[in-house]
């Protein structure tokens, strides 16, 4: 068995949780270190059990909170690009750092941790799948397309945790300045309510079993709850996949932990 938990997705600060009864690793550091030692007391995991931080990126909101949680996490190993590595602010000491290069696997305690690369305006942005036994979460955050190795490296995820940022029209017609509104659509920004739905479509055609879709990185500003889970809802289901029959699809919360899933 494995779990998952979000304590927090969005652009204002991102942090995951995914944990055997043996081993704890958290997924960003984007929320202060009060708040992840609160998610990981309501999710019952002990700190101790933390041995890895993982980094996808070198954005504020997915690092802001990291070197508390370094300081924190004494014993726990920090993972990332070498791009990522490069891009940090902070000082993280040599003994404590692994480096992630995309397409290369490795383990923590008993989970197995894959990886492949983003697409991104960061400088070596990196996507994690973490399996134990035949069960496995897969992370896609923070990437303007999905690739063909992102679609093939999380076909298999049992719990799937993607993006789906923003509503095309809300961001057309909402306030932001024209040069963000571009980095946001293009193919190294964000992928779209839209998009989302298509990329869950395809997976299902990949492998057809039932999985848990759970929607990520939501916008404060271009996209609300209710509507990047109709949208992605509604398309899957004119391709033929229905919600609560061959999927589980909800967004996450920006502002508040998850419950606790259990693969």
């Not at 068995?1 to 979000?6: A, L, N, P």
């Amino acid at each position: 068995m494995i779990k998952f938990c979000s304590f927090a997705s969005g652009s204002s600060g991102n942090c995951y949780l995914v944990k055997t009864d043996n081993t704890a690793i958290i997924i960003d550091a984007g929320i202060s270190a009060k708040r992840v030692a609160h998610g990981l007391a309501r999710s019952l995991t002990p700190e101790e059990s933390v041995e890895a931080l993982l980094i996808t990126h070198e954005h504020s909101d997915h690092v802001s909170g990291l070197k508390p949680l370094v300081n924190r996490f004494a014993g726990a190993e920090v993972f990332a690009s070498a791009g990522t590595f490069d891009g940090l602010r902070i000082g993280i000491a040599s003994d404590r750092k692994r480096l992630v290069t995309p397409g290369r696997g490795f383990e923590v305690g008993d989970i197995e941790v894959s990886t492949f690369s983003l697409s991104h305006d960061a400088a070596e942005p990196t996507g994690y799948t973490l399996k134990s036994g035949d069960k496995s979460v897969s992370i896609v955050t923070d990437t303007g397309v999905l690739t063909e190795e992102i679609l093939s490296a999380v076909a298999d995820a049992d719990l799937l945790v993607l993006e789906s940022n923003h509503d095309l029209e809300m961001l057309k017609n909402g306030r932001y300045p024209a040069f963000l509104k571009q980095r946001i659509i293009s193919d190294n920004g964000h992928l779209s309510n839209v998009q989302a739905a298509h990329a869950v479509c395809e997976i299902m055609s990949m492998d057809k079993k039932p999985r848990c879709i759970l929607l990520a990185h939501l916008s404060r500003d271009n996209n609300r709850p209710q509507l990047a889970e109709d949208t992605v809802t509604g398309i899957a289901l004119e391709m033929g996949w229905c919600s609560g029959r061959d999927l589980f699809i909800k967004p996450l919360m920006r502002d508040h932990m998850s419950v606790v899933f259990e693969i």
